[in-house]
T-cell receptor
Framework: GAVVSQHPSWVICKSGTSVKIECRSL??????MFWYRQFPKQSLMLMAT?????????EQGVEKDKFLINHASLTLSTLTVTSAHPEDSSFYIC???????????FGPGTRLTVT | DAKTTQPPSMDCAEGRAANLPCNHS???????VYWYRQIHSQGPQYIIHGLKNNETNEMASLIITEDRKSSTLILPHATLRDTAVYYC?????????????FGSGTQLTVLP
């Protein structure tokens, strides 16, 4: 299947700083990417849908000014957690929709720890 | 998208078949049944999907009941590496822009 990568795989940052997570589709161009968040022992929760060249669509309860999403190219979407706090510590997972197969492929996830 | 119900956990002996059930009684006629799994601290992995016919691939088999209100994912010879959370998802056809919505899934533990 198609490959989606994320960088970094894990990051530790201090409270109040910002962290950027990258999501790349390696062998296809993704017009739509999705960002999920997963807390320990819980399921994946969709945060936002990222469309190339336009503003992201955020799910209810997700602060768009805190979780900045940029999808500037067909192979790259970024999620920036601004002014991170310990409660933002979570596993962040992106997925990309392959327009060729119209299936959704997931990245390996990024573990964020805010101290 | 239709809601799904799965048992929270199951055990299976290594080498035996693992049968994971899923109820989706409110599924509509054009919704597919998808199965993903998530190994600890990794992203979800696609397993298989189907509409009404049974499906088989190199990973698993998917059995969908005739009324489509339930399905079973079968791992024919479970290995320790199959220990994961398995998610049953019902969704519109892949061409839809809708994202995948995850329920709580079934934690499958394969025992040596």
């Amino acid at each position: 299947g198609a490959v989606v990568s994320q960088h970094p795989s894990w990051v530790i940052c201090k409270s109040g700083t910002s962290v950027k997570i990258e999501c790349r589709s390696l062998d296809f161009q993704a017009t739509t990417m999705f960002w999920y968040r997963q807390f320990p022992k819980q399921s994946l929760m969709l945060m936002a849908t990222s469309n190339e060249g336009s503003k992201a669509t955020y799910e209810q309860g997700v602060e768009k000014d805190k979780f900045l999403i940029n999808h500037a190219s067909l192979t790259l979407s970024t999620l920036t957690v601004t002014s991170a706090h310990p409660e933002d510590s979570s596993f962040y997972i992106c997925s990309a929709r392959d327009p060729g197969t119209v299936e959704q492929y997931f990245g390996p996830g990024t573990r964020l720890t805010v101290t | 998208d239709a809601k799904t119900t799965q048992p929270p956990s199951m055990d299976c002996a290594e080498g035996r078949a693992a049968n994971l059930p899923c109820n989706h009684s409110t599924i509509s006629g054009n919704e597919y049944v998808y199965w993903y799994r998530q190994i600890h601290s990794q992203g979800p992995q696609y397993i298989i999907h189907g509409l009404k016919n049974n499906e088989t691939n190199e990973m698993a088999s998917l059995i969908i009941t005739e009324d489509r209100k339930s399905s079973t994912l079968i791992l024919p010879h479970a290995t320790l590496r199959d220990t994961a959370v398995y998610y049953c998802i019902v969704r519109l056809p892949s061409g839809s822009a809708r994202q995948l919505t995850f329920g709580s899934g079934t934690q499958l533990t394969v025992l040596p």
